[in-house]
């Protein structure tokens, strides 16, 4: 998944980005929103439209982008996903092999709430 870096040194996963954002996106990108989550950079309209949208989710003024700020990874770079990647029973394991804090224990035979 990408992430923006937006003047002073925040980030924003475009993918976190509310659907009304990423529709301004499309507006001014000219660009479908999976396609930028996916290409952020596609074309040098949709890299524009997700940096200045990016910038208005964090509060900053936008600076002038440049090729080469593009093409160095200045702005748009791949960041880790950081979605689970074993489960137990349902529910994300911890590190440690142990069920996540999230995760429930409760039963349900049918006849009413999980006890």
Same mark, same amino acid.
């Given at each position: 998944m990408f992430a923006v870096k937006v003047p %002073? %040194?925040?980030e924003v996963i475009l993918q976190?980005? &509310?659907l009304e954002l990423l529709a301004e996106i499309e507006a001014d990108g000219g660009?479908?929103?999976p396609t930028v989550l996916a290409a952020p950079a596609s074309s040098a309209k949709a890299a524009n439209a =997700?940096? #200045?949208v =990016?910038? #208005?989710h964090a509060g900053v003024t &936008?600076?002038?982008l440049t090729a080469r700020m593009i093409l160095e990874g200045d702005v748009f770079y791949e960041v880790a996903d950081d979605l689970p990647t074993e489960f137990e029973d349902g529910f &994300? #394991? =911890?590190e440690d092999g142990e069920l996540t804090s999230g995760s429930s224990? =409760?039963?349900n035979d049918g006849d009413g709430p999980p006890t």
């Amino acid at each position: 998944m990408f992430a923006v870096k937006v003047p %002073g %040194g925040g980030e924003v996963i475009l993918q976190d980005l &509310p659907l009304e954002l990423l529709a301004e996106i499309e507006a001014d990108g000219g660009t479908r929103w999976p396609t930028v989550l996916a290409a952020p950079a596609s074309s040098a309209k949709a890299a524009n439209a =997700a940096y #200045k949208v =990016a910038c #208005k989710h964090a509060g900053v003024t &936008p600076e002038n982008l440049t090729a080469r700020m593009i093409l160095e990874g200045d702005v748009f770079y791949e960041v880790a996903d950081d979605l689970p990647t074993e489960f137990e029973d349902g529910f &994300p #394991k =911890a590190e440690d092999g142990e069920l996540t804090s999230g995760s429930s224990t =409760a039963t349900n035979d049918g006849d009413g709430p999980p006890t």
